[in-house]
């Protein structure tokens, strides 16, 4: 457990310590003591497989601990048995039980969590661009032609993990599987030359952990004229739900505020990508002051979060957060379908039930809470939203359509598949009226067949 004392930035908000729990912490976490001891020990060996870290006031300020298990939070940050497969739960139970030396149970858990797709769509050979020479730029993934993704090596953990996670391979130590950038200049040097970039999207784990000092390494540079094209600056976080304090009390987070506000005044267009799975993490005084003080530099919040079973698979919830969301000043943005990896066989909903609550939730809020767009899949092509279940010549269909693409021309082009109630991705479904195949797989093949060349020949 790690502590340390924060200084006062303005009234009310000094001296709340970022306390951390892990796995080895869980018999310290006082609330779960009150559980029955099954659930304790489930929790033990579902963490030893899936990164597991939440902090004091997620525990204090978000979780109602008169409601568990089904609290959305709990469900959010703790681990439940359901997110390991029978086999795998049963196989690193019988060791914990028995209690096995670590060489045995590493091996064991290694071994389950390959099978739990630690990266979904190619993102290691598909994504990463190459210098001249053909070496892999670690910490840039470079897909859709405007934007640029970004993940600052100071940056590859969370205030907190969600369960669900699809970046969770990185969070359990696995060196060859973290996505993480060794220096500034690497980013610097590619968006100069290329200058198509209007969007650079700073990602993670959160951007948030890192001290501010080198948030701004990275940022103030992009002030130069020869960084015009870069328009845009997206930091994608959830420090907004778990450690709100980062923008009100920890020692730097007035500085963060000033450069936030410094890189508006220069002409930036700054987007704080939130990822809000429910309202409740809008809930809390601490919440909406770190809002109001993200507003207050001209930077915008932008909302965005998958649908998971558990979690917010309800209508209500969706309707009643983007509400929340719009009176507080932030923009909805993205509802996306959870992707393939790790515990999705726990968190999934069909793609079907998706659109049902995206669409109920939808007719629920005014047109300013309806600029979400969704149910979304960020496949290996591109992102793929589900615009709706329909019939088309006695054919009961999915219609479909390319948020985002690999190649720009897929994008806003209607396809449709055929209906299949139990689809909860991309790679369920077919093309609808008996043909062979979607308009974009040739393409697809042909692209992906080209990057891996690539990444071979290197
Ligand atoms: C979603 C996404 C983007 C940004 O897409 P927008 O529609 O502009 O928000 C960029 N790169 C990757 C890899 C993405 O998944
Ligand atoms: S905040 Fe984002 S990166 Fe961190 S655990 Fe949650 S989903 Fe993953």
Redesign the pocket.
């Known amino acids: 457990m790690q502590q340390w004392p924060l200084h006062a930035l303005d009234g009310g908000y000094e001296n709340v310590p970022f306390k951390v729990f892990t796995q080895r912490d869980l018999d310290r976490i006082e609330p779960l003591q009150t559980l029955p001891e099954a659930m304790r020990f489930e929790m033990k060996v579902v963490s030893t497989v899936l990164p597991f870290r939440v902090n004091q006031y997620v525990i204090d300020e978000l979780i109602d601990w008169s409601n568990i298990p089904a609290d959305p939070i709990f469900q959010l940050t703790f681990p439940q048995r359901g997110m390991l497969a029978p086999e795998h739960y049963d196989r690193i139970a019988a060791l914990l039980e028995a209690g096995a030396d670590k060489a045995t149970l590493n091996a064991a858990v290694d071994e389950v969590r390959h099978a739990l797709n630690p990266h979904p769509a190619d993102q290691m050979e598909m994504n990463m661009p190459r210098d001249e020479e053909g070496n892999r730029l670690d910490g840039i993934q470079h897909k859709y032609r405007e934007t640029v993704l970004f993940f600052p090596s100071q940056g590859q953990t969370?205030h907190a993990?969600?369960t669900f996670?699809f970046?969770w391979a990185q969070f359990v130590g696995d060196k060859e599987l973290r996505i993480a950038a060794s220096e500034a200049s690497t980013l610097h040097n590619y968006l100069k030359r290329h200058t198509e970039v209007t969007d650079l999207l700073f990602t993670?784990?959160?951007p948030m952990v890192m001290k501010t000092k080198h948030l701004k390494a990275y940022l103030e540079p992009l002030l130069e004229p020869e960084f015009d094209h870069i328009q845009t600056i997206r930091i994608g976080t959830?420090a907004l739900t778990?450690w709100p304090h980062r923008f009100l009390g920890a020692d730097d987070a007035g500085e963060l505020i000033e450069l936030l506000q410094r890189m508006v005044r220069a002409g930036k267009h700054v987007a704080v990508m939130a990822?809000y799975n429910h309202w409740k993490e809008l809930d809390t005084e601490a919440a909406r002051e770190a809002i109001r003080s993200i507003r207050s530099t001209g930077a915008q919040i932008r909302a965005q979060g998958p649908l998971i079973a558990h979690i917010n698979d309800d209508p209500d919830v969706w309707a009643k957060m983007w509400k929340m969301q719009v009176k507080l000043g932030i923009i909805p943005y993205y509802m996306f379908v959870e992707r393939d990896t790790g515990a999705r066989g726990y968190f999934e909903v069909p793609l079907e039930r998706a659109w049902e609550i995206y669409r109920q939730a939808m007719q629920r809020v005014s047109g300013l809470a309806r600029t979400a767009r969704g149910p979304s899949m960020s496949a290996s092509p591109g992102k793929v939203e589900i615009q709706g279940v329909t019939e088309i010549n006695g054919e009961k269909v999915f219609a479909l359509r390319f948020i985002q693409g690999r190649n720009p021309d897929w994008v806003q082009r209607p396809f449709f598949a055929k209906y299949n109630p139990d689809a909860t991705w991309l790679n369920h479904l077919e093309p609808a009226f008996g043909e062979a195949k979607f308009f974009f797989e040739d393409e697809y093949e042909a692209i992906r067949e080209g990057k891996l060349a690539a990444a071979t020949e290197a």
């Open positions: 969370c993990y969600c996670c970046r993670g784990g959160d959830k778990f990822h």
